[in-house]
């Protein structure tokens, strides 16, 4: 296979993970390629990783499962390749040596071919980017395309959009990206796993998965997601994907979130089918505001950014027949679970959190980050604070934004209301 893979036409190859790209840039292209013939306790992934710009340094860090076996791994050229020299370090990290031979400068092109161990007769197979299954950037956004061949029994979700083709006797099913993602999820489920129901909403489709609620709590559930999709859309702009998959999964509790794909865990599917919706509507807002503009985590702010913004919106969501008095009011009964803490030992200013490992840092998180945002909100006045949310969107879609560019942002919309709220981020208490 390695000599196969060497030998596929390079421009070919650049052509194909181009084209369909051009919209957003970004620094870095994947490839991966899952094949059909799986065995028991392994999946083989052949992958590339195109480096548009890559750095002058003579090294760089990729993450792996340390038990997968790399059986190559190799730059290439149109015309030429050579074996990449790499060392496993500790853990998870592999450390590649750049070639320092001119023809591989520019695009980069690195690569492999990986036997990632996992047992591949359960009847549901859930990887992320934790799992490491492909060689995963320590930093910054890649363009996804994400392609598995496997038998007509298996059902298969990844990000972005699918496409599926028959290569008889098996199945390509084909996933494309409109925009740089963060992670890679890949699922792979025995036929007839789930139920699913779907939905129209004006271009997109939502689908919902699932497997242990009655089909009438899906239909009631899916009736939710595409009002909130359409919210979502109408405030802060269009989706960038023809469809967007919820999936329910049985490993975990809460809610983990992909470009395109939404996947739950058994035990909050069944809260949200009991009408607990927040945890629904806040992964769909999610989908512009954490998957579709990306915060630069673990830096100061990640958190505020990422989840206290995609709470406020959940609230205007939920508040979106309120005027403004009652919606205030509803900010405030938010923000009661954090007025228990304000301004005590427990406090902390919410740009600091590194990680929500504590429960009053998760209030800080989801209690005073809304509170926080209206706040601007009310500064700047309602009408230009839509507006500020669409172009913040716009500007941002598929990159990644620091807490300096949001301030910077809103500096040219007020530069007072701004200052407030560089103020209220590194200070605790109201």
């Known amino acids: 296979m390695e000599a196969f893979m060497r030998k596929t036409p390079f421009a070919a190859l650049l052509l194909a993970v ?66 990449a020299h790499f060392e496993r370090t500790s853990g998870d990290t592999i450390v590649v040596a750049q070639p320092t ?37 320590p930093q910054g956004l890649t363009t996804a395309i994400v392609n598995v061949v496997c038998n007509p029994d298996l059902e298969v979700f990844s990000i972005g959009d699918k496409s599926t ?40 489709e939502i689908t919902l998965n699932y497997f242990s609620i009655p089909d009438s709590a899906a239909q009631a559930i899916l009736d939710e997601a595409t009002t909130a999709f359409e919210f979502y859309q109408d405030l802060l702009g269009e989706y960038h994907h023809k469809k967007l998959t919820i999936l329910e999964v049985p490993s975990f509790e809460g809610t983990n979130i992909g470009t395109g794909i939404l996947m739950i865990g058994t035990p909050t599917m069944n809260a949200i089918a009991a009408g607990q919706r927040e945890s629904l509507t806040l992964t769909i807002a999610s989908q512009w505001f954490g998957a579709g503009v990306f915060c630069d985590f673990p830096s100061k702010g990640f958190w505020f950014m990422s989840l206290s913004f995609s709470h406020y919106l959940r609230l205007l969501y939920e508040g979106r027949f309120l005027d403004s008095a009652a919606f205030s009011a509803k900010i405030n009964d938010n923000l009661a679970a954090y007025r228990k803490i304000a301004g005590n030992e427990l406090d902390t200013p919410i740009i600091d959190i590194v990680r929500p490992d504590s429960r009053e840092k998760g209030i800080i998180i989801y209690s005073k980050g809304p509170w926080l945002f209206h706040q601007f909100a009310n500064c700047i006045g309602t009408k230009r604070m839509t507006v500020f949310a669409r172009e913040l969107y716009s500007k941002f879609v598929g990159k990644v934004v620091s807490i300096e560019q949001l301030i910077e942002t809103i500096s040219v919309v007020d530069r007072n209301c701004a200052e407030r709220l560089k103020t209220d981020l590194g200070g605790v208490g109201l």
């Open 165 to 204: 083709h028959g290569v008889s006797p098996l199945v390509m099913h084909e996933f494309m990206s409109k925009i740089p993602v963060y992670k890679i999820p890949l699922i792979v489920a025995k036929k007839h796993y789930y139920r699913s129901c779907s939905r129209a909403v004006a271009k997109h």
């Open 18 to 83: 181009l084209i369909p790209l051009c919209c957003f840039a970004s620094e870095t292209i994947t490839t991966l390629t899952v094949g059909s013939h799986f065995l028991r306790d392994s999946l083989t992934v052949f992958g590339t990783i195109v480096f548009m710009e890559p750095d002058s340094s003579g090294q760089f860090t990729l993450l792996l499962n340390p038990n997968a076996e790399i059986h190559a791994m190799f730059f290439r050229t149109e015309d030429d390749s050579i074996t």
């Open 101 to 137: 031979t001119p023809a591989f400068a520019r695009p980069r092109v690195l690569s492999f071919e990986l036997a990632i161990p996992q047992r591949v007769d359960d009847s549901l197979i859930m990887l992320d980017r934790g799992n490491r299954w492909y060689p995963v950037l």
